[in-house]
């Protein structure tokens, strides 16, 4: 399927590992130049340089941390000084800390809304003036958190149900512009963060970490964690014209890990 993507332009966010770089790397096999950033300059430029070595595709690394409204804004600037025009926005950012509410630290709640809300609505606002008259579309990489709390990550449970609120809003704001925008909710896949996540959790049970690992596959439908890659092809259909009438949607990319309607 051709997902039309060519002569498009889509910025990838927190895109130097894991999901946003899987992301990346998926919309530049469909024929997208692709902006990416992240927080060190050394790795970001690793990574486009794995994408462009795999794709042979525009790929365009900036230096940015998504928490800083200055870097956004230099994000933004670089993509349309290079590209002219943006038509694909996936806000991407890395997970806040894990924690129970009486373990977090004000400083940490506030630090934790910059990274993971302001920074959404920060790209998106700098983001719409460079939308083409024939619009666009915007992808959140949220979490499974907004349908199903998890454990020991109250910062996540809280803030990304916030940002659905902003999603669910922009839906109807933004879709007289033909501007479509969604979540895509991933579960367990393996990356960085979620073996981050399960080697603390084994630590506090007295288990190994395959132990752990095993027990959360169980609990998954398919029974195995996924592949960045196969949540890369969701992304990649919500950020192209081949999604011409879903918005304001957050889809679940768990593998059945999510039981309620």
């Excluded at 690793?46 to 941390?65: C, H, K, N, Y």
């Excluded at 073996?195 to 603390?200: F, V």
């Excluded at 592949?227 to 768990?254: C, H, I, K």
Aim: net charge neutral; proline share 4%; hydrophobic share 45%.
């Amino acid at each position: 399927m051709d997902l039309g993507f060519r002569n498009r332009t889509v910025i990838v966010t927190a895109a130097s590992k894991g999901l946003g770089k899987a992301s990346a790397l998926r919309l530049s096999e469909e024929g997208a130049n692709v902006v990416i950033c992240g927080r060190n300059a050394d790795t970001i430029e690793a990574a486009a340089a794995d994408i462009r070595s795999a794709t042979g595709g525009e790929v365009l690394a900036v230096r940015a941390d998504v928490s800083s409204p200055a870097d956004i804004e230099a994000l933004i600037g670089a993509a349309v000084e290079r590209f002219g025009s943006i038509d694909g926005l996936v806000c991407n950012a890395g997970g806040p800390p894990a924690g129970t509410f009486t373990s977090i630290t004000d400083e940490q709640w506030e630090s934790a809304f910059q990274q993971n809300v302001m920074s959404v609505v920060r790209l998106v606002r700098h983001t719409l003036p460079h939308f083409p008259a024939e619009g666009g579309r915007i992808v959140y990489v949220s979490s499974t958190s907004i349908k199903q709390p998890i454990p020991g990550l109250v910062l996540s449970n809280s803030l990304r149900l916030g940002v659905q609120g902003l999603i669910k809003t922009l839906a109807d704001e933004l879709a007289p512009r033909n501007i479509l925008i969604n979540a895509a909710a991933p579960g367990r896949f393996a990356t960085d963060r979620v073996r981050s996540l399960d080697e603390s959790r084994a630590s506090a049970a007295g288990i190994t970490y395959e132990a752990q690992r095993a027990r959360n596959e169980s609990e998954v439908g398919v029974g195995r964690y996924g592949d960045p890659a196969e949540f890369a092809r969701y992304v990649a259909f919500l950020a192209s014209p081949a999604n011409s009438y879903m918005t304001g949607q957050a889809l679940m990319v768990d593998g059945g890990l999510v039981r309620g309607l």
